[in-house]
Each structure stands twice: as C-alpha cells, then as structure tokens.
C-alpha cells in the first residue's frame, strides 16, 4: 500500500533506526553506566522484604517520574538503566527530607532484588546506574520486572514512593532509550492506573474500489485521520515535542511510513493531520494493519511514547501467522466499524500500548 500524499515534513531521519540502538553501542558508548554492587544485599534480603522493604510504615502519596531504559544485552543480561527520579514525594515531613533509592525484583523470582545507591536529601536524585539480572532471553517473557522507589529512612522504616510495573511477554525489545515512566502507588488492583500511556484520538474512513466498467479492477483507500493525542506520559516540564508515525503492515517500507509534524510543548497535542493509503484490492483491508506509534521528538534518539494497531486482530495476513496483528478491544473495534461504514469517518479514542510485541 502506499502513501498518496507523502507527508514527510522534514523532522530528521527519526526511522526506527535511530531510537532503536544496538546492544553494543548502547552498553560501551552511552554515558558510562555504572553496575551497582548488588550481590550482597541480595544474598542477605529476606523473603520477608520483598513486600515491605524492611518494614513499609510511610504513608505519602505517591506522585513523579523515574527515567529507565531495558536491554538484553549479549552477555545474556537484562540491564536497567536507571537514569534519574523527578518530583518524588516527601518522605519524611518533620525533617522534609527524602533519601531516595530504586529497587528492583524481576518476578516470579523472589530472590531478586538489585538496588541502587541511595541519594541524600532530594527529590530528583541522578542515579546513571545499571542494574543487571543473569537470565536466558527465552524466559524473558514469563518474567515481570518490578521497578520501585524507596525512601530510606535512618530509624529502618523505609518509605515507599512508588512503583513501575513492566510485563516482559509484551515488552518491545527494539525499545531500548531511557524513557519517562509516571510512579504508580502500591494497589496493583487498577490495570488501568497502572497502565496509563495516554490516549489517541483518530477518524479513520475507508474508501472502497470504485465499480469500474470492464475487466479492470479498482482499488480502494484507508484515509487516516489523526487528531490528537491526550493525557501522554508526564515527562520534564513543560511536555513533551511528540509526533506520530504510522506504518500500514504488512508493508515496513519507507514507503509505506508517514508522519505527522512535531507538536511542541505539550502533553495533549493536536496533530489534525490526514494521511491517505491506496492500492486495497476488496478483502485486502482484512489483512492489513494499521501501526500508529507517538514519539517524543529528540535530537539524539527519539523515545517511545505509546502506540496502537488497528486491524481485525487475527493473528494472521494473507495465511501467514505475525505477530503485530494483535489488535485488541477498540483496536478491532474501529477497525470493524470502518469497515461496515464505508465512504464515512468513524472516530475513537484508543489507549496507548505502554509496549508493542516487536514484528518479526
Ligand atoms: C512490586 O513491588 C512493590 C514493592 O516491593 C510491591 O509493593 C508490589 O506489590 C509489587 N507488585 C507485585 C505485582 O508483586
Ligand atoms: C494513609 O493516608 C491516607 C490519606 O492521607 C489515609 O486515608 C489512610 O488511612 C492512611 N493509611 C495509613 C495506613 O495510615
Ligand atoms: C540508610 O538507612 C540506614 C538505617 O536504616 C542507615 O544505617 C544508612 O546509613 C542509610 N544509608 C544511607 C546511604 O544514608
Ligand atoms: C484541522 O485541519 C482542517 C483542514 O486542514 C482545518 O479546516 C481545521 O480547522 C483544523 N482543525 C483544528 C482543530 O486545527
């Protein structure tokens, strides 16, 4: 399929290349990470700690940012690079002081705690550190990773400050910049809180083959209509400069990429940008997928904000089973009703996927 109205505004060559680093690149060139000590306190936690780190009396709500990236790296690692804090709760009121250290389990595996160091008296501490679990890339996908933040208190009564919780089934492994990620408080009851990556607003319409007279076929359109996206990840004041990129997969050409312009500044941006997709042969719009994915715009490697497929979610194209068709929900709902609805806009208000399976 492609693009009737090429719309590559100009924003440098941010492809998938340039947010996705190499293993190598990422683990000797990038900022010198350090790998934090970590054996011993693994050894001594008990089992006990993993749900009260030493005894969990605070109570403070929960609120900031913690900056990390993932990565398996050839050595056969998992390392999290935990890059900083922002706006961290204070923990301690009566002193106003907040010692704040990051913690993390990689579940169902009990025994496994790393930390970083801890900083002294901030609420935006800088860590640069990495934390680095031994483990085979194929049991990746049983595993969870919990990310939490933790004040530690000199009288032991450590103060929890929030949390991230990473599902590795789901995780994309091209994904591997440092990334904003919003703290989440202890009741994992709320998928929803937990998993709130913002919202896209899209029109999507499909224009059928016209009837042509004769033996020639014609072939019809999927016109995408972005409008905005709301509620994206809270990042460093003042927001975010995002823009979206869509791919009709099958096809991952350069051809089949569109973009939209880069919306500074803001954290609900409105993109009013339409994008047109040709050459659908009847039935083909059954086999194809829709990948809308929102970036934050960096001269350096753009990140990862969230994403979406919209498609009949089969888990197949043209007979061939893939991964990316994995729509879910209003995935598959938008892209039903535009089917039903042809020559007519139908609109919806997607949640953003925090991670998308990688398509092979
Ligand atoms: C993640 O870790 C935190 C802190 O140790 C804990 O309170 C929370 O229950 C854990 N989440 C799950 C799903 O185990
Ligand atoms: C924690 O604080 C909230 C609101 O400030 C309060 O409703 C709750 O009872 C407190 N919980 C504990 C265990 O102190
Ligand atoms: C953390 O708290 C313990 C007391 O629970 C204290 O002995 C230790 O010095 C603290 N660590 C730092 C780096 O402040
Ligand atoms: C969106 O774009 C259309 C046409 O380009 C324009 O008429 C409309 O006013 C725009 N809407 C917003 C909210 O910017």
Redesign the pocket.
């Given at each position: 399929f492609v693009p009737l109205i090429p719309q590559d505004e100009g924003v440098d060559s941010e492809d998938d290349s340039s947010s996705v680093s190499s293993y190598g690149s990422d683990l000797s060139g990038r900022r010198g990470f350090t790998a934090s000590s970590l054996s011993v306190t693994e050894r001594t936690g008990s089992l006990l700690s993993v749900y009260s780190d030493a005894g969990d009396f605070g109570n403070v709500t929960v609120q900031g940012s913690v900056e990390f990236a993932l990565m398996y790296s050839p050595l056969g690692e998992l390392v999290i690079m935990v890059e900083q804090c922002q706006d961290l709760a204070i923990a301690n009121p009566r002193k106003q002081r907040t010692?704040p250290y990051v913690k993390t389990y990689l579940y169902p595996d009990k025994r496994s705690k790393r930390k970083t160091s801890?900083k002294?008296r901030t609420v935006n501490p800088v860590y640069v550190e990495a934390l680095r679990y031994k483990v085979k890339r194929e049991e990746l996908p049983g595993k969870t990773l919990n990310l939490s933040v933790w004040h530690?208190?000199?009288?032991?009564r450590n103060v929890f400050l929030g949390q991230v919780e990473i599902n590795l089934r789901t995780w994309d492994w091209g994904h591997e910049s440092l990334t904003w990620y919003n703290l989440q408080p202890k009741t994992a009851d709320n998928p929803e809180a937990q998993e709130n990556h913002g919202l896209l607003c899209v029109s999507l319409k499909y224009v059928p083959p016209e009837p042509r007279g004769g033996s020639k076929l014609g072939t019809g359109e999927i016109h995408i209509w972005l409008r905005e996206a709301r509620q994206l990840h809270r990042l460093r004041p003042p927001g975010v400069d995002s823009f979206v990129k869509c791919y009709m997969l099958p096809d991952t050409s350069k051809k089949s990429r569109q973009k939209t312009r880069v919306v500074k500044k803001s954290l609900n941006p409105v993109y009013n940008h339409t994008m047109v997709y040709d050459g659908f042969r009847p039935d083909e719009v059954r086999e194809a997928c829709c990948e809308l994915t929102v970036w934050d715009n960096n001269k350096l490697s753009n990140q990862f904000l969230g994403g979406v497929r919209l498609s009949l979610g089969s888990g197949q194209s043209y007979g061939k089973k893939v991964d990316w068709m994995d729509s879910v929900n209003e995935e598959v709902e938008i892209w039903e009703k535009m089917m039903a609805n042809a020559n007519s806009w139908v609109e919806a208000e997607l949640p953003l996927r925090g991670s998308m399976t990688p398509r092979k």
């Open positions: 010692d801890i002294k530690n208190d000199s009288l032991g």
